[in-house]
């Protein structure tokens, strides 16, 4: 690390996005402090992109703390924090498992508040920093078949704008992502993937990684990604019940297991 460098903390950096970012991000002369619960994967990227690591299961609050302190004395000041790690629900609220709706909610919205509470003094120490909290099109419309991913997503969605407001004023700025399908490990969006008159909506993790910096670098509060996406908020803000309606009509099979990788999360 140079004495230039900037410290940015990305969460879920052993695969999918947050690896992406992580590459997407050293390249712009960014020092990155990559965290997730696979050592392996983690030690991957971090060889590939001159990042350090920690192992950190973000859904425990008190391995965040733990986690979070050992980067700030290394590391007073954090210029960036990306809250990326996340998990599908593999189900419905009828067929998930009721760990999974807990893992689920646990992960994908407690753990950015967790984090974003714990590394909140060395994002103060480094004003102007940035937050960029990883949402998704799901967190803006209806989704059946991964109500509990959904939900999960609703929160961190509310979570991420109410944060906007309240950092506003102590020099931080709050990005909101939200991507529709891209293929990773988790999300591997087979059943997108393999329709060919779809498989153009999938994006890559890179692609979404080069969008999300440059969003950063300009400054913005909020995407979508793809933009088109944006309808699936908008029109659910405005008809919420028009779209359950169109929704439940398309998906008659909602209630039936599906596969632990179909997509829509
Ligand atoms: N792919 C999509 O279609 C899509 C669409 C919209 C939004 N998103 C969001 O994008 C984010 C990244 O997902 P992805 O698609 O890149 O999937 P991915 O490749 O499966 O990556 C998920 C990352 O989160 C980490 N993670 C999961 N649980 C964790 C925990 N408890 N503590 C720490 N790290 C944890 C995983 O690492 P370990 O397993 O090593 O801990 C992994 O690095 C998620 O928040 C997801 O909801 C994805």
């Known amino acids: ?5 900037r410290v940015a903390v990305v969460t879920g950096a052993s695969s999918g996005i947050g690896a992406a970012l992580a590459h997407e991000l050293s390249r712009r002369g960014w020092h990155c402090v990559l965290l ?38 290394r590391h007073p000041k954090i210029g960036l924090l990306v809250n990326n790690a996340g998990i599908p629900s593999h189900g419905s609220f ?6 999974r709706i807990e893992q689920v909610i646990r992960t994908n919205y407690l753990g950015s508040v967790w984090v974003l509470r714990a590394f909140l003094p060395g994002l103060e120490k480094a ?14 419309t209806v989704v059946p078949d991964a109500g509990p ?15 906007r407001a309240e950092l506003k004023p102590r020099g931080i700025s709050v990005l909101t992502v939200n991507p529709g399908p891209v293929t990773t490990e988790g999300f591997p ?27 950063i670098e300009r ?3 909020e995407i ?38 179909a997509g829509g999360e």
């Open 36 to 73: 997730a619960r696979r050592a392996d994967r983690l030690k991957q990227v971090a060889a590939k992109t001159g990042s350090e690591i920690e192992i950190c299961d973000v859904s425990d609050a008190d391995a965040v703390k733990e986690t979070a302190a050992r980067v700030l004395e």
């Open 219 to 221: 400054g913005k509060s």
């Open 189 to 215: 969006q087979t059943r997108l993937i393999n329709k060919r008159s779809m498989r153009w909506a999938v994006l890559s993790p890179e692609r979404i990684a080069a969008k999300i910096v440059k969003a």
């Open 127 to 140: 004003t102007p920093s940035s937050v960029v909290n990883i949402v998704s099109v799901a967190g803006t």
């Open 224 to 261: 979508v990604l793809p933009r088109w996406m944006r309808i699936a908020g908008i029109s659910t803000g405005l008809f919420p019940a028009t779209v359950t309606r169109v929704v439940a009509k398309g998906d008659p099979g909602r209630d039936v297991e599906r596969p632990k990788d």
């Open 149 to 163: 991913y959904s939900a999960s997503k609703h929160a961190q969605l509310a979570f991420s704008r109410a944060l």
């Open 1 to 5: 690390m140079t004495s230039e460098q």
């Open 94 to 99: 009828l067929s998930a498992s009721p760990e």
